[in-house]
């Protein structure tokens, strides 16, 4: 158990459809990452939070949107669903900026776009 | 940022060493050489990290040469158990967590 956790594990839902993925750091940890990982594409980085503010953007579509709270939890807003959006959506949390330091991955959360 | 080269795949056998080349020629000074492993729907996990020379964990090696231009994560007496994906980040205080295509390893019996 890497500490960290993802909400729900598994969602179904239609095109078109707007869903909410939610991540809980583990305890002390002010930063946040989102990734998708789909079949054909690897681990694409999407956006990290760092104590609240957003830190670096990657490949993170204008449809998908996220945030973390003043408690640091997470959420990953993912609207206008496609088809192409089915994937397995992964939340990393760290204590820090990196460095020598490591990042604990959460289970992921299944999404598949119907 | 860094970029790595890793072997896209490798296959091993019970019991052998497994050591797995991480090529990182434009790696920055202040940049950590860290190593994930990924099984099959399941979240990347931390292996080992270093800076320079080797670094010893109850998992794996880690072999980095003094130009730090590459990298080999080393295996001992692997299983089945230790098939999975793994890969090879550089990464410093600030930097993204980008992972590449990583290394396919397939352990036969």
């Known amino acids: 158990d890497s500490g960290v956790t993802q909400t729900p594990k598994h969602l179904i839902t239609a095109t078109g459809q707007r869903v909410t993925l939610r991540c809980s750091p583990r305890?002390?940890?002010?930063?946040v990452y989102w990734y998708q990982q789909s079949l054909d594409q690897g681990l694409q980085f999407l956006i990290q939070y760092y104590n609240g503010e957003e830190r670096a953007k990657g490949n993170i579509l204008e449809r998908f949107s996220a945030q973390q709270f003043p408690d640091l939890h997470s959420e990953l807003n993912l609207s206008s669903l496609e088809l192409g959006d089915s994937a397995l959506y992964f939340c990393?949390?760290?204590?820090?900026?990196?460095?020598?330091?490591?990042?604990?991955f959460g289970q992921g959360t299944r999404l598949t776009v119907v | 940022l860094a970029k790595t080269t890793q072997p896209i795949s490798m296959d091993s056998y019970e019991g052998q060493e497994v050591n797995i080349t991480c090529s990182h020629n434009n790696i920055a000074t202040n940049d950590y050489i860290t190593w994930y492993q990924q099984f099959p729907s399941q979240g990347p996990r931390f292996i080992i990290q270093g800076y320079k020379t080797k670094v010893t964990n109850e998992v794996a090696s880690l072999f980095i040469p003094a130009d730090r231009k590459s990298s080999t994560l080393s295996l001992p007496r692997v299983s089945l158990s230790d098939t999975a994906v793994y890969y090879c980040l550089a990464y410093n205080q600030g930097g993204k967590l980008i992972f590449g295509q990583g290394t396919e390893l397939s352990v036969k019996p």
């Open positions: 990393a949390s760290s204590i820090g900026h990196l460095g020598n330091t490591e990042a604990f």
């Open positions: 305890s002390g940890d002010l930063s």
